[in-house]
């Protein structure tokens, strides 16, 4: 199984920025899809989700920000994130759960939005 993130970066306040998760090895159409993220010396959080139904489930801190979408073709999650503030400043992990509890991570992208 291999969850392959991307689209990371440097931005400025304001900017926008586009992650990408494309996922092998699973049955990508069973799973719920998630990104979470972790800013330095914090927890990591759960930024938002994509269930198999395709409704989404966003924390409240990026909501109207933030959208999760999955292209079940491509085998792909992405994560469109507007309005960046540099609270957003963390590294960002794509993340597939299916209804029996199985998780899958991916490696991490570092997304830095500066001042």
């Known amino acids: 199984v291999q969850l392959q993130a991307s689209g990371g970066g440097l931005v400025q306040a304001g900017g926008s920025l586009r992650l990408s998760c494309a996922t092998s090895g699973i049955t990508f159409s069973n799973y719920a899809m998630n990104w979470y993220r972790q800013a330095p010396g914090k927890q990591r959080e759960l930024a938002a989700t994509i269930n198999i139904d395709g409704s989404t489930v966003y924390a409240d801190s990026v909501k109207g920000r933030f959208t999760i979408s999955r292209d079940n073709a491509k085998n792909t999650v992405y994560l469109q994130m507007n309005s960046l503030e540099p609270e957003d400043t963390a590294v960002y992990y794509c993340?597939?759960?299916?209804?029996?509890?199985?998780?899958?991570w991916g490696q991490g992208t570092l997304v830095t939005v500066s001042s």
């Open positions: 993340n597939a759960r299916d209804i029996f509890g199985r998780s899958f």
